[in-house]
């Protein structure tokens, strides 16, 4: 792509060009590169699914720990006849992959001793987070629950019930404006062909 831009422009330079055909084939330069960022765009765009379900933090670790483990798991089967000859993760990737598990919950130490041992746990932490979303109801009270008992606890029953309606109203209320926002949000259209 950058060779074309750059031979159009030598071309110009030389003063020997179609004007026309030129601005053709710079348009359609520009409408590549354009079509590519808003494709690099979208590609670190949070994902939809992320906001399907009802938000706790006990759902996202089980969420985050999983795609770790994945992650670790899919590390483990691109560099396989490395690891089959040292038995185990280098320590840099031993170390590296502990850290993020620390972002996670500082808590969490998952055992990266060896690739059968990271393979049932990221089986087994996928398990856990899919059980998660299937009680992610009873989570998301949990979690309102913990709350309220954090802002009421000095108060009655009657300014329990109050908090509790109030934080579910906001916590409503942001969730409709995040969905106002995102439909509303200015994007460009893909370019679907070039005339």
């Known amino acids: 792509m950058f060779n074309t831009v750059g031979n159009i422009l030598d071309r110009i330079k030389s003063g020997v060009y179609d004007a026309e055909e030129e601005q053709a084939n710079l348009s359609a330069a520009d409408d590549l590169i354009t079509a590519e960022m808003l494709k690099a765009e979208d590609a670190i765009r949070p994902s939809r699914t992320a906001t399907s379900h009802s938000w706790s933090p ?3 670790s089980l969420q985050k720990k999983s795609n770790l483990l994945k992650q670790v798991g899919r590390y483990i089967k691109q560099a396989g006849r490395c690891i089959k000859v040292r038995g185990s993760l280098s320590e840099r990737k031993k170390h590296s992959f502990t850290q993020e598990a620390r972002t996670i919950d500082p808590t969490w130490a998952p055992d990266l001793s060896s690739a059968e041992v990271i393979l049932e746990a990221s089986n087994t932490a996928t398990r856990e987070a899919r059980l998660g979303r299937k009680h992610q109801t009873e989570l998301r009270r949990q979690h309102l629950d913990r709350l309220l008992q954090e802002m009421t606890s000095l108060g009655d029953e009657e300014d329990r019930e109050q908090a509790l309606k109030t934080i579910k109203g906001f916590k409503a209320q942001r969730r409709t404006h995040q969905n106002i926002h ?3 949000k200015q ?9």
Do not use: G, K, Q
Request: charge should be neutral; charged fraction near 15%.
């Open 58 to 60: 006990e759902l996202v």
């Open 187 to 195: 994007r460009a259209p893909p370019i679907t062909h070039v005339v």
């Open 182 to 184: 995102a439909a509303f």
